[in-house]
């Protein structure tokens, strides 16, 4: 763990080449409240649309979130979906100059449909899902376009990466063009292959990752238990002379057989699945900036397990960042550290539950001695969402509102005991005077304070209310606060000393 943990910590920025089929993802995001009375299929009220590189593109797209320099080689065909795509491309700082345009074909566009029912509040799910592409092969002029652009890059490049979903561009020849430039200048190249019976188009490649159904098909061998496993990935090793044969088991892990050793399934650690598009792409992209890197193959099976598991428990492709992996690796560690968070983290969490129309619930304090007034708090605020995020001041913000002789308990010890409590999900620190910065990043369904701030004026109300967002104020449990505790503990100290002195 300390080992992943470093690894990730210090990731370089390695050179990389993404082959593949390039896509434009769309969303549209609706509400579902009836069934058409022309036929039975749900309505769909849209509410919103987003548009993601998919496909090869999302590979690039989780290269460049890590940190990688990537080469893009693709095609796009001469539409507003391409030039949405290459724009797309360019705002993440990725190399284009290998994306070749194709007016014989469109490009690629996959379309879905995810509802919601608005009085359940949640359970978004894909409805549908239009495909327009055309997947003839290419031209031998525009695949010596490719031969001539990876001629040059290639030698660059620490690792090779394709991504095949079988749209036309990678060809037998282009890829044994690609295998063979690869072993001109000693290059890693691991391919992320197609659903086919017929895998000698990736011969001579250093590694596949297909997964359990994908192999399968491949070796025309049903893969039950360990034995069949290690029989399949053999097979594949030594039909397509390849290093490594890696197969995806979803929730079961990774499988990694090395030539000429025994193979060794590399488990996950069970989660929610509720999506697993981009979960492949993440896998190998994980492997490609690891291994490119200059680490193994066995490090790079378990962070992909990692990276893989936060990827499906997103909606739609979206990249994985490094603070991501870290804190995950942080809940391997210590369980409760796992709810304590920064910023950038806690923002991508509460985007994707947002996503799945969960609804948020934010509130703040010192917390300093944590008492039942505290709790009977927390409790109140839980109940008005799905999760409650605490912002917990820092110890010098505390020292600036309270003055000099407090927090009496430091800022982690106290951020360890909120995390503890049940009622909440996570916790995060900050260092201003008041929390408006922070609400403004979280943009809370719910902000909750205490009744005593009802004539106050509550910070960040204006914010909250501009979109919707509601103030809720919990009921006031007298006579118990952090004051009034430290000073009985005073009044009894010198209770005592008076008693020791008769």
């Known amino acids: 763990m300390d080992r992943l943990f470093t690894i990730i910590s210090h990731l370089p920025s390695p050179k990389i080449a993404v082959i593949g089929d390039m896509m434009l993802d769309k969303y549209v995001w609706g509400e579902v409240r009836r069934v058409s009375q022309e036929a039975p299929i749900p309505i769909i009220n849209v509410t919103s649309e987003d548009v993601k590189a998919g496909g ?74 239009v495909d327009y592409e055309k997947t003839h092969l290419v031209s031998s002029e525009i695949e010596a376009q490719f031969t001539a652009y990876l001629q040059e890059t290639i030698p660059v490049c620490d690792v090779v990466l394709i991504s095949d979903m079988n749209k036309g561009l990678l060809t037998n020849s282009f890829l044994q063009t690609i295998v063979t430039l690869c072993k001109r200048y000693r290059k890693m190249v691991i391919v992320d292959p197609k659903l086919v019976n017929d895998y000698s188009c990736y011969r001579g490649v250093t590694a596949i990752t297909p997964n359990r159904n994908e192999a399968e098909l491949a070796t025309g061998m049903k893969i039950v238990d360990n034995s069949s496993l290690q029989k399949a990935a053999e097979k594949l090793v030594s039909c397509l002379s390849l290093e490594y044969c890696i197969i995806t088991l979803d929730k079961d892990g990774i499988f990694l057989y090395p030539k000429h050793e025994d193979g060794k399934i590399i488990p996950t650690t069970p989660r929610t699945v509720f999506d697993v598009t981009g979960a492949g792409d993440m896998v190998l992209s994980m492997f490609g900036i690891v291994v490119g890197s200059g680490h193994s193959f066995e490090d790079a099976s378990s962070l992909a397990n990692i ?23 942080m809940h391997g560690r210590n369980q409760l550290s796992s ?57 010098r913000s505390v020292r600036a509102l309270k003055g000099p002789t407090r927090p ?25 005077d008041t929390p408006l910065n922070l609400i403004e990043a979280i943009r809370p369904d719910v902000l909750v304070k205490g009744e005593d701030w009802k004539d106050a004026g509550v910070v960040g109300m204006e914010f909250i209310e ?22 009985r503990i005073i009044m009894s100290c010198n209770q005592a000393e008076q008693m020791g002195k008769r």
Do not use: W
Request: a neutral charge; proline letters at 1%; hydrophobic letters at 40%.
């Open 408 to 432: 009496i308990i430091s800022e982690m010890e106290r951020a360890k005991m909120l995390a503890a409590l049940e009622d909440i999900s996570y916790v995060i620190l900050f260092d201003e």
């Open 307 to 329: 990276a893989a598991g936060i990827e499906v428990g997103k909606i739609g492709a979206s990249p994985v960042s490094k603070a991501e992996i870290l804190n995950e690796l």
């Open 466 to 487: 501009s979109y919707g967002g509601k103030i809720l104020f919990a009921p006031f449990v007298g006579g118990i606060s952090t004051t009034n505790i430290v000073s």
């Open 56 to 129: 090869a593109g999302s590979v690039v797209n989780n290269l460049q979130t890590l940190g990688a320099r990537v080469f893009v080689c693709g095609i796009i065909g001469n539409d507003s979906y391409g030039h949405n795509l290459l724009e797309i491309f360019k705002g993440m700082g990725a190399d284009t100059t290998g994306i070749v345009i194709d007016s014989s074909r469109p490009t690629t566009l996959k379309t879905r449909f995810l509802g919601h029912l608005q009085t359940a509040g949640k359970g978004v799910q894909q409805l549908l899902r």
């Open 339 to 395: 709810k304590i968070k920064d910023v950038d983290v806690l923002v991508n969490i509460v985007n994707e539950h947002r996503k799945k129309h969960d609804k948020i619930v934010f509130t703040n304090g010192c917390f300093d001695i944590l008492h039942v007034g505290h709790v009977e708090y927390l409790k109140f605020a839980r109940k008005q969402g799905d999760l409650l995020v605490v912002g917990l001041n820092t110890d």
